[in-house]
């Protein structure tokens, strides 16, 4: 097809797709904007902008939520405490709000929209690494560990974490369609990146000619919910594949 | 004339219990209240107790792995209880540990070999290949073999992984070693194997055990010398021979009465009433008046202290004078 | 002469895993007669609990099935029976009491509705009734001041006092058959010794059969008529509970015996049985003992020992003994 990143962003400016006569040809199977830039050439370039998304924030989300919730479950006490009294308030943290001043403040970027995304998303990861970790933290290896002499740091880093991961990668691939369609919605709405031609920036022009190219939007629409289901299932057979009561 | 290894003076350990709005604290769950006794060079003591005796407390606070409330522990000649971080972790080449649970005792997530090396890695013993050969040694020294090194804990036994575990605290050269009901959970014909594997080590190496179990049957095999403990203070401590054949606490009565052994036939049995009291609020007295099949009327109101009636023969109990 | 209330003939039932094919039980047959106590002896993986599931139809399906046998009840295969019928025998005629009763014990119901519960469901019998039928059986089972422990949640009980509740719930029908799976494995020394007091006087007192499921001998020598030993889901050895400890034909049973640590003497070293227990999933053929085995011969590795008559009463499954 022959399409490169350049070609394929979406200009705002152009307002709307418009098929000229060119729908449904070989070439162009999904019609073309205005500007003759390829629906379907957008639509692959999307679910890398998507699946960008959705990769990074996550693995901020889940870092972030990974060290805090480790950490809370080993250290205990006070630390904990703090810890999960700022978890509590984070959870309550209106990410939206702070978005859209960070938009008023600097403008859509998709960089930003990355940053927030995985700085205010980290709770839920927080909370169940957390609850892993303390039931690990009576496990007698734990223990073996401190009574050669392991400091807190090398107990965190060489056995708790190791015996999170399978949880955490759980989390990652069922949190990775939230964020996507967190970053399709603000899209939608207009607060998205406009010089990159996501999933929800494809919808938005979509939307203005349902009417008659309906399938503008209706395209990006399935294929977010493909997206999401697909990871859904992935998340679902992972979580199957490392508990260890499911093999007998 | 060997010298004492370890002191323990006065230990104890309570856990505050808070509750209520303010959390205020409530009073004191008091899992090891007053623990006095001393281990050898080489020698094993038996601790023998119920379940929340305070037995596996007051091996862990040994260690320091809970920190005591009170009291003092004497380790060749130095109280460990005064240690900072960095001799504390000295120390931890001195006196190790073995668990109870072979399933939960070895990180899943290592390999055995990593597992057994640990301890070097974290006192920065030798250099990689060093660490290897040792590691190697320790597996053959516990009934193992050098090419299990690589392989994970779930493919082993239970007989197994606690050979592992015993290894893991082999590697950095102990003097005394907790032994934390190392064989409760394994069937007899392994618990027999680790056994002996324990005596043979203990004859190689002069190592010192305090042998925690619940088994007298077991503790009679692998002691020198046997205290019991019940709710959170030792009411017997004696020489094994005159444990066994001369017990004068009538909780450790009933405790040698209730067990069932094949080779005994015929015994009467003395069946404790009730269970045993909350720690949290020990009966007055002596701790065991409730349920003593032998109690006088001073027993309610005053506490035994533990007195040495003939030859080391240690007992708490108003029945016998020192 | 007494009839068999249970007989169990070419019981296998199997596990079919991802990873092959786990025959738990592999063909085993047995008896148990009225008023009779058998104790299913045997290590962790024999195959005991999995008889008594297999016998209640409680293996999980999948991954278990039973492939095969008959077990009949009186004269009902209990594995061919429809549905309904077999509910109805489970739960009043053949009971089960549990290992653990903290599990056993539904946390949100008072014990006396736990027991009015499963009275109900089988007996035609008003609420009145039942409150006085559960009550009567708290008080059996020993639980002083029963009509106020009606009232108790399981949390209020303690270890020995839920044990008791467990069983008096499973005699709650006065079954004719009660399994009873190490009922006195979890619990401390004395209240082991409360416990079987309990089922000493559920002997005398109904005319009931216990098939007991235990891996302690100690327990089987006080509590059992006969005993049926087991290895890697087969059988080894059956005979009454005096001719087995005391004349005790196969390798495996001998080998377990002179395992157990003697609480009357010390011993420089323990006998142990070498090896440990064959992979259920691919096992050696022939006797499933032989390679543990000090007097295996050639045909043990070829051929499945058939049972042979010993004595009176007394079957051993070893070549051996043709």
């Given at each position: 097809m022959g399409f490169t990143i350049e070609e394929s962003v979406y200009k705002p400016e152009t307002g709307q797709f418009i098929t000229k006569?060119?729908?449904?040809?070989?070439?162009?199977p999904l019609g073309t904007d205005n500007k003759g830039r390829d629906l379907l050439a957008m639509l692959i370039s999307g679910a890398r902008i998507s699946l960008q998304v959705g990769l990074f924030a996550t693995g901020i989300a889940i870092a972030l939520g990974t060290l805090i919730g480790v950490t809370s479950a080993y250290l205990g006490g006070k630390v904990d405490n703090a810890l999960m009294r700022f978890t509590d308030i984070m959870m309550t943290f209106p990410f939206f709000l702070l978005l859209v001043l960070i938009v008023f403040i600097f403008g859509p970027n998709l960089v930003f929209i990355v940053l927030v995304i995985g700085l205010t998303g980290w709770t839920g990861t927080a909370r169940l690494v957390r609850s892993e970790a303390l039931s690990l933290r009576t496990r007698e290896f734990i223990m073996a560990s401190k009574a050669l002499g392991a400091s807190s740091g090398r107990i965190i880093l060489a056995h708790l974490i190791p015996n999170v991961i399978s949880l955490i990668i759980v989390i990652a691939t069922l949190s990775i369609p939230g964020v996507i369609l967190a970053e399709a919605a603000l899209s939608f709405i207009g607060l998205g990146d406009p010089t990159v031609a996501s999933w929800g920036m494809i919808l938005r022009a979509g939307q203005q000619s349902l009417d008659t190219t309906w399938w503008v939007a209706v395209a990006p629409g399935v294929m977010l919910f493909l997206t999401v289901l697909a990871f859904n299932f992935l998340g679902d057979g992972l979580r199957d594949a490392f508990d260890p009561r499911s093999s007998v | 004339m060997t010298d004492k290894l370890l002191e323990v003076e006065d230990l104890k350990k309570y856990y505050p219990v808070t509750g209520g709005l303010l959390s205020r604290h409530l009073g004191d769950v008091r899992a090891v209240d007053g623990v006095s006794f001393y281990i050898k060079e080489g020698e094993t003591l038996g601790l023998v107790g119920e379940s929340g005796c305070g037995k596996s407390t007051l091996g862990r606070a040994i260690l320091r792995l809970e920190e005591p409330t009170e009291g003092r522990i004497i380790y060749k000649g130095t109280d460990i209880t005064k240690l900072g971080k960095k001799e504390l972790r000295e120390l931890r080449k001195e006196i190790q540990i073995i668990f109870q649970d072979p399933q939960s005792?070895?990180?899943?997530?290592?390999?055995i070999g990593q597992s057994i090396g640990e301890g070097l890695l974290i006192h920065g013993i030798g250099d990689d290949r060093a660490r290897v050969k040792r590691v190697d040694e320790i597996l053959e020294l516990v009934g193992l073999e050098a090419q299990h090194a690589l392989r994970y804990p779930h493919e082993f036994s239970s007989g197994q992984r606690q050979r592992v575990g015993i290894g893991r605290a082999l590697t950095v050269n102990p003097k005394l070693i907790i032994a934390d009901e190392p064989v409760s959970a394994l069937d007899v014909s392994i618990q027999a194997q680790i056994l002996n594997l324990m005596l043979d080590l203990r004859r190689e190496f002069g190592l010192a055990y305090l042998f925690i179990a619940h088994d007298l049957s077991v503790i009679r095999q692998i002691s020198h010398r046997v205290a019991v403990m019940y709710l959170g203070k030792i009411v017997e401590l004696a020489e094994r021979g005159e444990f066994f054949q001369n017990a004068l606490h009538p909780y450790t009565e009933a405790l040698l009465s209730a067990i069932l052994d094949i080779r005994q036939k015929g015994k009467t049995r003395i069946l404790l009433p009730g269970s045993v009291p909350s720690a949290l609020n020990p009966p007055s007295g002596c701790r065991f008046h409730t349920r003593c099949?032998?109690?006088?009327?001073?027993c309610h109101q005053e506490e035994p202290q533990l007195k040495d009636?003939?030859?080391?023969?240690?007992v708490a109990c108003h029945l016998y004078r020192a | 002469m007494k009839d068999a209330i249970l007989r169990v003939r070419n019981l296998k039932t199997y596990f079919f895993t991802r990873r092959g094919i786990i025959k738990a039980v592999d063909g085993i047959d047995f008896d148990l007669l009225e008023s009779e106590c058998l104790c299913l002896v045997g290590e962790s993986g024999c195959g005991k609990t999995v008889t008594a599931l297999s016998i209640l139809g409680l293996i999980d399906s999948p991954p278990g099935r039973i492939v095969g046998g008959e077990i009949y009840y009186h004269d009902v295969d209990l594995l061919g029976c429809p549905r309904d019928q077999l509910r109805h025998i489970r739960g009043k005629e053949i009971a089960m009491v549990f290992q653990d009763a903290q599990s056993a014990?539904?946390?949100?119901?008072t014990i006396g509705n736990q027991i009015v519960e499963q009275v109900k469901l089988h007996l035609e019998v008003n609420d009145r009734e039942a409150k006085g039928r559960a009550i009567g059986l708290l008080e059996e089972v020993g639980i002083p001041s029963p009509e106020k422990a009606f009232s108790y949640y399981p949390h209020q009980l303690s270890g020995g006092m839920k044990q008791r509740a467990m069983i008096a719930m499973s005699l709650s029908c006065a079954p004719q058959l009660l399994i009873a799976d190490e009922p006195t494995t979890a619990v401390d020394v004395t209240i082991k010794a409360q416990i079987l007091d309990i089922f000493h006087r559920l002997k005398d007192n109904r005319q009931m059969s216990i098939l007991f499921i235990t891996h302690e001998f100690g327990v089987v020598s006080e509590i059992g008529d006969r005993i049926a030993v087991m290895y890697a889901g087969r059988l080894a050895e059956i005979a009454t509970t005096s001719e087995l400890l005391n004349n005790p034909k196969h390798p495996y049973t001998t080998g377990l015996l002179k395992c157990l640590p003697d609480i009357t003497r010390e011993r420089d070293r323990l006998e142990s049985i070498p090896g440990t227990v064959p992979s259920l999933i691919d096992p050696p053929g022939g006797c499933l003992f032989h390679p543990r085995c000090d007097k295996a011969v050639a045909i043990c590795r070829e051929e499945q020992p058939p049972p042979l008559a010993v004595g009176d009463g007394h079957t051993v499954f070893c070549h051996l003994y043709s």
């Amino acid at each position: 097809m022959g399409f490169t990143i350049e070609e394929s962003v979406y200009k705002p400016e152009t307002g709307q797709f418009i098929t000229k006569t060119i729908t449904g040809e070989r070439q162009h199977p999904l019609g073309t904007d205005n500007k003759g830039r390829d629906l379907l050439a957008m639509l692959i370039s999307g679910a890398r902008i998507s699946l960008q998304v959705g990769l990074f924030a996550t693995g901020i989300a889940i870092a972030l939520g990974t060290l805090i919730g480790v950490t809370s479950a080993y250290l205990g006490g006070k630390v904990d405490n703090a810890l999960m009294r700022f978890t509590d308030i984070m959870m309550t943290f209106p990410f939206f709000l702070l978005l859209v001043l960070i938009v008023f403040i600097f403008g859509p970027n998709l960089v930003f929209i990355v940053l927030v995304i995985g700085l205010t998303g980290w709770t839920g990861t927080a909370r169940l690494v957390r609850s892993e970790a303390l039931s690990l933290r009576t496990r007698e290896f734990i223990m073996a560990s401190k009574a050669l002499g392991a400091s807190s740091g090398r107990i965190i880093l060489a056995h708790l974490i190791p015996n999170v991961i399978s949880l955490i990668i759980v989390i990652a691939t069922l949190s990775i369609p939230g964020v996507i369609l967190a970053e399709a919605a603000l899209s939608f709405i207009g607060l998205g990146d406009p010089t990159v031609a996501s999933w929800g920036m494809i919808l938005r022009a979509g939307q203005q000619s349902l009417d008659t190219t309906w399938w503008v939007a209706v395209a990006p629409g399935v294929m977010l919910f493909l997206t999401v289901l697909a990871f859904n299932f992935l998340g679902d057979g992972l979580r199957d594949a490392f508990d260890p009561r499911s093999s007998v | 004339m060997t010298d004492k290894l370890l002191e323990v003076e006065d230990l104890k350990k309570y856990y505050p219990v808070t509750g209520g709005l303010l959390s205020r604290h409530l009073g004191d769950v008091r899992a090891v209240d007053g623990v006095s006794f001393y281990i050898k060079e080489g020698e094993t003591l038996g601790l023998v107790g119920e379940s929340g005796c305070g037995k596996s407390t007051l091996g862990r606070a040994i260690l320091r792995l809970e920190e005591p409330t009170e009291g003092r522990i004497i380790y060749k000649g130095t109280d460990i209880t005064k240690l900072g971080k960095k001799e504390l972790r000295e120390l931890r080449k001195e006196i190790q540990i073995i668990f109870q649970d072979p399933q939960s005792s070895l990180d899943p997530r290592m390999t055995i070999g990593q597992s057994i090396g640990e301890g070097l890695l974290i006192h920065g013993i030798g250099d990689d290949r060093a660490r290897v050969k040792r590691v190697d040694e320790i597996l053959e020294l516990v009934g193992l073999e050098a090419q299990h090194a690589l392989r994970y804990p779930h493919e082993f036994s239970s007989g197994q992984r606690q050979r592992v575990g015993i290894g893991r605290a082999l590697t950095v050269n102990p003097k005394l070693i907790i032994a934390d009901e190392p064989v409760s959970a394994l069937d007899v014909s392994i618990q027999a194997q680790i056994l002996n594997l324990m005596l043979d080590l203990r004859r190689e190496f002069g190592l010192a055990y305090l042998f925690i179990a619940h088994d007298l049957s077991v503790i009679r095999q692998i002691s020198h010398r046997v205290a019991v403990m019940y709710l959170g203070k030792i009411v017997e401590l004696a020489e094994r021979g005159e444990f066994f054949q001369n017990a004068l606490h009538p909780y450790t009565e009933a405790l040698l009465s209730a067990i069932l052994d094949i080779r005994q036939k015929g015994k009467t049995r003395i069946l404790l009433p009730g269970s045993v009291p909350s720690a949290l609020n020990p009966p007055s007295g002596c701790r065991f008046h409730t349920r003593c099949h032998r109690v006088l009327p001073i027993c309610h109101q005053e506490e035994p202290q533990l007195k040495d009636v003939g030859s080391g023969h240690l007992v708490a109990c108003h029945l016998y004078r020192a | 002469m007494k009839d068999a209330i249970l007989r169990v003939r070419n019981l296998k039932t199997y596990f079919f895993t991802r990873r092959g094919i786990i025959k738990a039980v592999d063909g085993i047959d047995f008896d148990l007669l009225e008023s009779e106590c058998l104790c299913l002896v045997g290590e962790s993986g024999c195959g005991k609990t999995v008889t008594a599931l297999s016998i209640l139809g409680l293996i999980d399906s999948p991954p278990g099935r039973i492939v095969g046998g008959e077990i009949y009840y009186h004269d009902v295969d209990l594995l061919g029976c429809p549905r309904d019928q077999l509910r109805h025998i489970r739960g009043k005629e053949i009971a089960m009491v549990f290992q653990d009763a903290q599990s056993a014990l539904n946390p949100v119901f008072t014990i006396g509705n736990q027991i009015v519960e499963q009275v109900k469901l089988h007996l035609e019998v008003n609420d009145r009734e039942a409150k006085g039928r559960a009550i009567g059986l708290l008080e059996e089972v020993g639980i002083p001041s029963p009509e106020k422990a009606f009232s108790y949640y399981p949390h209020q009980l303690s270890g020995g006092m839920k044990q008791r509740a467990m069983i008096a719930m499973s005699l709650s029908c006065a079954p004719q058959l009660l399994i009873a799976d190490e009922p006195t494995t979890a619990v401390d020394v004395t209240i082991k010794a409360q416990i079987l007091d309990i089922f000493h006087r559920l002997k005398d007192n109904r005319q009931m059969s216990i098939l007991f499921i235990t891996h302690e001998f100690g327990v089987v020598s006080e509590i059992g008529d006969r005993i049926a030993v087991m290895y890697a889901g087969r059988l080894a050895e059956i005979a009454t509970t005096s001719e087995l400890l005391n004349n005790p034909k196969h390798p495996y049973t001998t080998g377990l015996l002179k395992c157990l640590p003697d609480i009357t003497r010390e011993r420089d070293r323990l006998e142990s049985i070498p090896g440990t227990v064959p992979s259920l999933i691919d096992p050696p053929g022939g006797c499933l003992f032989h390679p543990r085995c000090d007097k295996a011969v050639a045909i043990c590795r070829e051929e499945q020992p058939p049972p042979l008559a010993v004595g009176d009463g007394h079957t051993v499954f070893c070549h051996l003994y043709s």
